[in-house]
T-cell receptor, first 111, second 112 residues
């Protein structure tokens, strides 16, 4: 079945270092979404990318959607302790309305 | 506008006990979802409801039942809880024509 894979599973960085998580789908996606879950919290929608090759920025976060619409990345520049959490990518499943989530990348930031 | 609410926040059950997790949304969304989250496993879909009156199985439905009581409410029932059902349960909803899902705060369930 359709799968969305994310790497790495965990990342520890020193505050101020950059961080990147990668997402790959087994099928072409109509769009890809990113969510952030703070420790003890619930997933919160960050952004949706729709177009092939699309790049969007939110302050220090840069999101990219691959040309083939099968992969995506999230890059955080100069991490801060507020960036701590788990970042999930998700793409629409073959059945309307379902989202297939990656396993998530958990980011730890050492001050 | 509370978004998606879930009750209870925490629950401890003994093996074999039953319980119902409640979820409600006030965003007039058509679709609602139940996920479970376990360490290293991401979010796994248990059941979903595309619209009032319909429910469908997700990736891990065994041991669970659901009821879409009305457009606002979607409940998840554990008939005979097992330790393997110890997890964090999230309810989510989605508006018609959109892919973005909005999550509730979660229920942390422990089965002893």
């Amino acid at each position: 079945g359709q799968q969305v894979m994310q790497i790495p599973q965990y990342q520890h960085v020193q505050e101020g270092e950059d961080f990147t998580t990668y997402c790959n789908s087994s099928t072409t996606l109509s769009n890809i979404q990113w969510y952030k879950q703070r420790p003890g919290g619930h997933p919160v929608f960050l952004i949706q990318l729709v177009k092939s090759g699309e790049v969007k920025k939110q302050k220090r976060l840069t999101f990219q959607f691959g040309e083939a619409k099968k992969n995506s990345s999230l890059h955080i520049t100069a991490t801060q302790t507020t960036d701590v959490g788990t970042y999930f990518c998700a793409g629409p499943g073959s059945n309307t309305g379902k989202l297939i989530f990656g396993q998530g990348t958990t980011l730890q930031v050492k001050p | 506008n509370a978004g998606v609410t879930q009750t209870p926040k925490f629950q401890v059950l003994k093996t074999g006990q039953s319980m119902t997790l409640q979820c409600a949304q006030d965003m007039n969304h058509n679709s609602m979802y139940w996920y479970r989250q376990d360490p290293g496993m991401g979010l796994r879909l248990i059941y979903y409801s595309a619209s009032e009156g319909t429910t469908d199985k997700g990736e891990v439905p065994n041991g669970y039942n659901v009821s879409r009581l009305n457009k606002r409410e979607f409940s998840l029932r554990l008939e005979s809880a097992a330790p393997s059902q110890t997890s964090v349960y999230f309810c989510a909803s989605r508006g018609k024509g959109y892919d973005t899902q909005y999550f509730g705060p979660g229920t942390r369930l422990t089965v002893l």
